[in-house]
Nanobody, 122 residues
Framework: VQLQASGGGLVQAGGSLRLSCAAS????????MGWFRQAPGKEREFVAA????????YYADSVKGRFTISRDNAKNTVYLQMNSLKPEDTAVYYC????????????????WGQGTQVTVSS
């Protein structure tokens, strides 16, 4: 499956962005999906994950209550709505598709998008 992330940009603290990840190739609806991010000089970290149906979602503590992951299987797209953005949210955001279950561990994901830059100014 091929993944294409989009929607990043520059936003002021307190603002919002919605990231999209469009999938092509194999049946999208069978894959749990995740969002990860990597800031300069830091390791990639888990942000959010969603199971294949969208009935279960998981969040890192740092984004809980501010970010919402969702998916539209008819459109082969997963979203990350980011509200109340903070400068520490600045990073390259990656979407990923797994084969087993939604997970916070990057090693559980087999397919990765190219990343989209999110910059939050103070």
């Amino acid at each position: 499956v091929q993944l294409q992330a989009s929607g990043g940009g520059l936003v002021q603290a307190g603002g919002s962005l919605r990231l999209s990840c469009a999938a092509s190739g194999r049946t999208f609806s069978g894959y749990p999906m995740g969002w990860f991010r990597q800031a300069p000089g830091k390791e990639r970290e888990f942000v959010a994950a969603i199971n294949w149906s969208g009935s279960s979602t998981y969040y890192a503590d740092s984004v809980k209550g501010r970010f919402t992951i969702s998916r539209d299987n008819a459109k082969n797209t997963v979203y990350l709505q980011m509200n109340s953005l903070k400068p520490e949210d600045t990073a390259v955001y990656y979407c990923a598709a797994g084969r087993y279950a939604a997970s916070m561990f990057a090693r559980m994901y087999d397919y990765w998008g190219q990343g989209t830059q999110v910059t939050v100014s103070s």
